[in-house]
């Protein structure tokens, strides 16, 4: 079978691969090009574990092909901080005890900055629904939306 040649953008960086045409975005992330923040949690876009965004929107990379991506802008979770300092939200979900064993994390995380982009003062119940295609077994909601609304105070300057 003949490998496709794709040409995007991860996290602000030009990047070109190869993948099968059945090979999804996660698969080519993980294994391809050694992206491993974005997690497998069910492989059928039921668990938000995969979160990333192309072209600014959040998908589950479970459910995107790898050639879907060509000529995109992705973002996953290695470009949220900024050199060795932690985005506010990821800085929020280590005070706010907002993890556990840290296989939602980066989906939560890469969801939760995509409302902030665009909407920097959420409700809980809005931040409850944007959310909603993230699941957590371990740590529980609380503690995430706790995160959530810190680090949009913080990103807001309060």
Not at 117 to 130: D, G, H, I, K, Q
């Amino acid at each position: 079978m003949a490998k496709h040649h794709v040409a995007t953008t991860i996290n602000g960086d030009p990047v070109e691969y190869l993948c099968d045409t059945e090979q999804t975005l996660l698969d080519v992330l993980r294994d391809n090009l050694q992206l491993t923040g974005s997690k497998e949690g069910c492989a059928s876009g039921d668990c938000g574990a995969c979160s990333v965004t192309i072209d600014g929107r959040l998908v589950c990379a479970c459910l995107v092909l790898g050639v879907e991506a060509d000529g995109c802008e992705v973002g996953t979770i290695e470009g949220i901080a900024e050199g060795d300092s932690l985005h506010p939200l990821q800085q929020h979900f280590l005070q706010d005890a907002a993890l556990q064993c840290g296989i939602c994390t980066p989906g939560f995380i890469v969801a939760a900055k995509s409302l902030l982009e665009r909407n920097p003062n959420p409700t809980e119940t809005e931040m409850r629904y944007w959310l909603a295609g993230n699941l957590c077994r371990c740590t529980g909601y609380d503690k995430i939306i706790t995160a959530v609304t810190n680090a949009a105070s913080e990103l807001r300057g309060e």
